[in-house]
């Protein structure tokens, strides 16, 4: 089902910077900062993980973040609730939220894409929801003007004509193999495969999982439309989380992932 | 009666496919290949060859006599999966799987394993047909299973430690399914029970339904009648469903027992049917332990391959459709049945077993003793006895 005129999600096309973080880590308060704070240096959108206990695709970063933020009891509601704020605090890049699909079920699937809605989100991603899973649930989400995110890993192969020509948004690339997490060399394959995917894709394409230094940055920027950066982020945070937990020293955290974000996009 | 799984790997409402996109082409390479290989007449030959100089199939079925006797209402009978190679059931799918991965031309196997006892099947089988095996346990269970994780070793398998999450068989489970999406171009994952994405629900399945196709040749042949009903224990499901599924069609009634741990007013069970929601977990659609914002509950047994969180989508379709009925044993239960059948017939059950020799033992009592009730011995007992003295001392 294909939509008849539609607004892109991202405003531009090119050198896209989408990060992602896990929300609730180290607490609400601070991942409304953190979004705010990348709004500010040049995100084009902004992934809101939401923890989930059992993170299939995810490396051992992203799972720990999520597991410090389930033990303060975050849920999809709170995440919703942060979109709301950050919209409301003119945060005006599109929010993505990312979910696993056990999460956004016992939610209900009416009512998220409802409620997603009413906070200010633009996109569902759902990395364990295949295209073959996901019909039902895309149509409630482009109901409300929703995009899904799709996913294409370099297992892909003859899938990749079939999930571009639905793809809505933006293309997720995963890059290699594997979870996500900080990766330091990628297979010359990927560039190709980013070519393949170019050739038949109507949204600009981003390449994610294990992108973490300003030449890996650089390098894809010249092959793909944008990077998507997570664990390399949620690591930061991660690092700084004593700065960040405490109200007096929270400024300096900030400014230490910041700094970070910037070495990542700068030129 | 139409046949599941169907294209999308459901059954009903259940099952399918949920899984990252890496996993797709693997997921649909392996359908077409089990597709093709199962139906080849050598293959199933090698099976059956295998089955039976190797694992010593058909298993017996043993009339639990004393009992019957001494409950004096249905006869009980004893499908003996305890008498496989390795002691239970999960030998028939672990040698299964390990020849339609040699025949996929895969050298490498991956397994998940709670108690031990599939990564005992698992190891077993890659020894057996020179494949190489790597275990996924969780540092819990390791502590908790300290020999079987030494017998792993020694049948020449790798243990990888598990220290995500609970480190308990969910989380081995998740940690396979990665390392596999990191993998999956020349790694076979091994899965343990009727439990994953389609098409391991039914590959299992198909592997598991010797038991109750032999069940139902054997008791025909020797007591001229089909049982009147079947009992057999329940966590991810496997060797409930290899019971139940050739008697689906029959005028049998079908009982599974799931593990209702502590009791079923504690929060510590596993009875994920009696008191679970539906929700996706492992790549299926089925009923979980879950808390209101789908966050996976951790479960309690005292019988760790009970110790699983979901159950296999197509149990969670047979107790909507009413077919099988479901029913729960705790921990003290079972520890009673292992105590009765180890006294009175000279078996020592496995925990999980016990489970349903419990129900069905109080089920004898309310029927004639012109009705008989099988129940799938689905292990040897020989694994718990370090739990069981450790449970019965401390009373």
Not at chain 1, 152 to 170: L, Q
Not at chain 2, 145 to 168: H, Y
């Amino acid at each position: 089902m294909k939509q008849a005129v539609k607004q892109p999600l991202l405003n531009k096309s090119s050198e896209l910077f989408i990060p992602y973080v896990v929300v609730g880590d180290p607490s609400l308060e601070v991942t409304e900062r953190v979004i705010e704070m990348l709004a500010e240096s040049g995100a084009d959108a902004v992934e809101l993980g939401v923890p989930y206990s059992d993170p299939l695709a995810d490396g051992p970063v992203i799972q720990r973040a999520a597991s410090r933020a389930l033990d303060q009891g975050v849920s999809l509601k709170d995440v919703l609730q942060v979109a709301a704020n950050v919209k409301k605090r003119g945060v005006d890049i599109p929010l993505v939220l990312f979910s696993y699909y056990n999460p956004v079920l016992q939610f209900g699937e009416e009512a998220i894409v409802q409620e997603a809605k009413r906070a200010g989100i633009d996109a569902f991603l759902i990395p364990d929801l295949p295209l073959e899973e996901s019909e039902e649930f895309t149509s409630l989400a482009q109901a409300q003007g929703l995009s899904m995110i799709s996913l294409v890993a370099p297992t892909s192969h003859d899938r990749i004509e079939y999930i571009t020509k639905r793809a809505e948004g933006f293309v997720y690339l995963v890059s290699s193999l594997g979870v996500t997490g900080e990766r330091s060399n990628y297979n010359e394959e990927v560039y190709q495969f980013i070519e393949r995917v170019k050739q038949t894709s109507t949204v600009p394409v981003a390449v994610g999982f294990g992108i973490s230094s300003r030449e890996q940055v650089d390098q894809f920027w010249q092959h793909a439309d944008g990077v998507i950066i997570g664990s390399a982020i949620v690591r930061t945070i991660e690092e700084n989380r004593q700065l960040l937990s405490n109200e007096n020293t929270m400024e300096s955290g900030l400014k230490n992932i910041k700094a970070f974000v910037e070495s990542l996009i700068s030129s | 009666m139409t046949v599941y799984p169907d294209q999308k790997g459901r059954y009903g409402a259940f099952g399918g496919r949920f899984v990252p996109e890496t996993l797709m082409v693997a997921l649909e390479e392996l359908t077409q290949a089990y597709e093709t290989i199962s139906n080849e007449e050598d293959f199933q030959q090698q099976l059956q060859k295998e089955l039976t100089d190797y694992s010593g199939r058909p298993t017996p079925i043993t009339y639990a006599e004393r009992i019957s006797k001494r409950i004096g209402g249905a006869n009980i009978y004893l499908k003996r999966e305890d008498l496989n190679h390795t002691g239970a059931h999960k030998m028939n799918n672990a040698i299964g799987q390990a020849l339609l991965a040699k025949r996929m031309g895969k050298t490498k196997i991956i397994a998940e394993t709670g108690a031990g006892q599939h990564g005992v099947a698992a190891a077993t089988a890659a020894a057996r047909f020179g494949l190489s095996c790597k275990v996924f346990m969780g540092e819990e269970d390791m502590k908790r299973q300290a020999l079987n994780v030494f017998r792993i070793e020694l049948l020449g398998a790798e243990v990888i430690p598990v220290k995500s999450g609970s480190k308990t068989l969910k989380d081995a489970t998740n940690e396979a399914i990665r390392y596999w999406v990191a993998n999956v171009e020349d790694t076979f994952y091994l899965i343990g029970s009727v439990v994953g994405p389609h098409p391991y629900p039914k590959i299992v399945r198909d592997f598991q339904t010797v038991i109750g196709k032999e069940s139902k040749q054997q008791f025909q042949a020797q007591y001229g009648k089909l049982p009147d009903e079947v009992f057999a224990c329940v966590g991810g499901g496997s060797n409930a469903i290899g019971m139940f599924h050739p008697f689906l069609e029959d005028d049998v009634k079908l009982v599974g027992v799931e593990a209702a741990g502590k009791g079923l007013h504690t929060e510590e069970h596993a009875a994920t049917l009696t008191k679970g929601t539906k929700g996706v977990l492992h790549g299926s659609l089925m009923y979980l332990l879950q808390d209101e914002n789908g966050q996976i509950v951790e479960p309690h047994s005292i019988s760790a391959g009970l110790d699983y969180p979901g159950i296999g989508p197509e149990h969670a379709h047979l107790f909507e459709t009413g077919r099988v009925q479901y029913e729960a044993a705790s921990d003290a239960d079972a520890l009673e049945a292992v105590q009765t059948l180890a006294q009175e017939e000279g078996i020592l059950p496995a925990l999980e077993s016990a489970h349903a020799l419990k129900k069905a033992f109080d089920r004898a009592e309310q029927l004639p003793s012109s009705a008989s009730i099988l129940v799938c011995l689905s292990g040897r007992g020989d694994k718990d006895v370090h739990t069981i003295q450790s449970y019965l001392g401390g009373e």
